[in-house]
């Protein structure tokens, strides 16, 4: 049989990785060769070198022949996806492949489209394509795909998923009797416990719905667990909706409005959401944070060095949430 065209194949991380001509599914081969084309299609259009392939599939203990079986691993997909698939000069591999076709690709494509609407109806709209493209993920993100970069990976996706439930969850606040998608709210903050922006959605929908008391006690929840998980204490933004919850703020009424707009971050307060575990970085975390408040009051300055993958920005942001009490007059990412 001869390979695909491989302007006809799609892609599939939100789960395992695989690829589809059409209705059907392409061997991809064993675990380590679709690692390698993780790395290539999730730095799609970027040159990976053969070291950085390497350090992302293995680690920092790669087999003497780790060099030998990323060449081999590349021409395999090339008989399988076509011959054009992926190409290779002096600098690495590069794979450029339209972001529609590799699913989470689409998904932070299509997420950053929604976000830049100006209307509340084209958002709605935005948001039933969302939960439509939402749908597809099948588990976790890279189902059983060894090394570093997938690993991050899955943390970076998992940061994702749970942007776009809050996309469409805001918009169905909106669109929606609160009571009937309470237990959707409900299941969402269940999977994101110390997600801020969740759980504020979920206040909100119990307020509408008439239960004032039960939206106040979310509240408190969300600030006994990010104590007992992060020792930390909720943000400015669910401390303000807090405060509207208890004096019955008309605004929160406002079904026209999206609730985030209501309160908005403060200017100079940029940090993306917490991720709710940073995998086995025990030990950095602890040589960072020694780093960043030593010295009492003053400002520390650390650096985060890592491979392409390697989770650095999941880890900076992380750590800027652990000391943002630190710095009351803004954190900029």
Known sequence: ???????????????????????????????????????????????????????????????????????????????????????????????????????????EQLLGRVRRMPDAAGRADGAAELHEALSRWHGAALDGIPG??????????????????????????ASRVPVEALPRFRAAVAEYPTHEGLVGLLMTALYRSGRQADALTEFRQLRERLFDRHGAAPGPEPTALHDAVLRSDRRLADVRRDVRTVFPERAGHALPGDLPLVVGRREQIGLLLDG??????????????????????????????????????????
């Open 1 to 107: 049989m001869s390979a695909p065209k491989f302007d006809g194949v799609a892609f599939e991380v939100l789960g395992p990785v695989r690829a589809f001509h059409g209705s059907t599914e392409l061997a991809l081969g064993p675990v380590r060769q679709r690692a390698v084309l993780a790395v290539l299609l999730l730095r799609a259009g970027a040159t990976c070198s053969s070291a950085e392939i390497i350090a992302a599939v293995w680690g920092h203990r790669p087999p003497r022949t780790s060099l030998g079986l990323v060449r081999t691993y590349v021409s395999r997909l090339r008989r399988v996806l076509g011959k054009d698939s992926i190409t290779s000069g002096s600098a690495g591999y590069v794979m450029r492949v339209a972001p529609e076709t590799v699913d989470a690709l689409h998904l």
């Open 292 to 333: 960043l408040t030593r010295g009492g009051g003053g400002a520390g300055v650390v650096a985060i060095d890592g491979v392409a993958g390697a989770g650095k920005s999941a880890l900076a942001v992380h750590l800027a949430h652990r000391v943002a009490e630190r710095y009351p007059d803004g954190q900029l990412f």
């Open 148 to 173: 570093p970069f997938a690993q991050a990976q899955r943390t970076r996706l998992a940061a994702l998923r749970c942007a776009v439930l809050e996309e469409c969850l805001a918009a169905e606040l």
